[in-house]
């Protein structure tokens, strides 16, 4: 089993960052990748980004490269999205997710696992 607990969401001022934090727990040896994905009002779950589980590689959608960037600390077993020049588009809750399969691509769906997920609200 993997527990997924996310933090870091907020509010901040449009151009503004903020760092979302997601501690993994449990059979973390076990996990091929980790990700991040939102969900914005009337809106469907939309992926954000992805980081293998050694932390080698990182995948992004055109919607927040340059801008988002995902890491992972090996020892605390943790992963962090980092985001940067923040839009009111961006306005979403954020979950953190991870999966144990190779099921299509190392960084797509589908995840196994997943957060609780943060509110993180851009103002304009």
């Known amino acids: 089993q993997v527990q997924l607990v996310e933090s870091g969401g907020g509010l901040v001022q449009a151009g503004g960052s903020l760092r979302l934090s997601c501690a993994a727990s449990?059979?973390?040896?076990?996990?091929?990748?980790m990700g991040w994905f939102r969900q914005a009002p009337g809106k469907e779950r939309e992926f954000v980004a992805a980081?293998?589980?050694?932390?080698?590689?990182?995948y992004y959608p055109d919607s927040v490269k340059g801008r988002f960037t995902i890491s992972k600390n090996n020892a605390q077993n943790t992963v962090y999205l980092r985001m940067n020049s923040l839009k009111p588009e961006d306005t979403a809750v954020y979950y953190c997710?991870?999966?144990?399969?190779?099921?299509?691509?190392?960084?797509?769906?589908?995840?196994?696992?997943w957060g609780q997920g943060t509110q993180v609200t851009v103002s304009s």
């Open positions: 997710a991870a999966k144990n399969n190779y099921e299509a691509t190392w960084y797509g769906p589908p995840y196994d696992y």
């Open positions: 449990g059979r973390t040896f076990s996990l091929h990748s």
């Open positions: 980081i293998s589980w050694s932390g080698g590689s990182t």
